[in-house]
């Protein structure tokens, strides 16, 4: 078995990395929770068998050649041959070493564990890739998101074991995009189930009732390089601010065909929606600039993965490290 073990390690080895290139040269689709619990299990195996199997087994052999100096230690006083004294230290901690393919496996896995539980129960680090969010994150801001706040959900399937806190509107939440389960998006909550969501000429209503914004200085995008029409916003205990492109249309260009979208009615103006039991109405907080519910549908409540709520990093602009509504 000990000599089988390189090679067994060695392919599995190159099957983890061979994936993760394909993943980055976008082969495959990449599924990082599925990695993370294999690669947890795969070098768990290797470090319970290390405890119970490899260790001793090494230990006994660096065992055997201390008594076997030993033994021709005093063989060689009984017949009268002294300062031959055998030194077994180095022999003892070659074998006692830990070989590569178990630093490779078993040595990782104590990170790996910790690491696949943060991630999976309690908070998971996630990267803004676009401006959809803007103002309230910016592109490169790096992000916490708490997995639990929500109820806990197991990794890989994300089925819900916990209850948790209630979905609240005006909540920044991370979901599996409907569409394309594999991807994460990032968006505010506007209608939660069974609410009546309109956003006719840029206006947001809720169950009949007009959202008020109070206009704010325009806000210059650095990335676009460009003025926007801030506001601020309330939809749950905290204000945000929001943004409005001047001159974009109201009209939703390009909505698919979603699943409950006998429950929207679509205008020159904008959308109307009624959202189904389980289900979620977001939107970004840069309105004309981010394909939300009004275009793709209604999130499920099985696809959320959690609340985000903390800048954690930002290299391009320190200062954007803090909390956020």
Known sequence: MMATM????????????????????????????????????????????EKLFFWPRRRRAAEKLQQEAAERAAQLQRQGISG????????QQRILRQPWWLDWTAGLFPVLFVVFVLRSFLFEPFKIPSGSMIPTLLVGDLILVNKFTYGVRLPVINKKITDGNPVQRGDVMVFRYPPQPSMDYIKRVVGLPGDR??????????????IATTAQSDFFDTGSMRYFQQFEEQLGSQP???????????????????????????????????????????????????????YWGFVPDENIVGKAFFVWMNFGNLKRIGSFN
């Open 197 to 210: 969501v309109e956003y006719i000429g840029k206006r947001l209503r809720i169950n009949g009732q007009e």
């Open 6 to 49: 390189p090679a067994i390690t060695a392919v599995l080895l190159a099957a983890f990395f061979g994936y993760i290139a394909s993943w980055y040269l976008g082969m495959v689709e990449g599924n990082f929770a599925l990695l993370m619990f294999l690669a947890t299990l795969v070098t768990g195996l290797y470090w319970v068998a």
């Open 240 to 294: 945000h601010r929001l943004l409005n492109t001047q001159g974009a249309p109201a009209f939703i260009q390009g909505a698919t065909d979603f699943a409950g979208r006998d429950q929207c009615v679509y205008s020159i103006e904008g959308v109307r929606c009624t959202v189904p039991p389980g289900h979620y109405f977001v939107l970004g907080d840069n309105r004309d600039n981010s394909l939300d519910s009004r």
């Open 84 to 91: 031959h004294e055998v030194n077994v230290q180095e022999g």
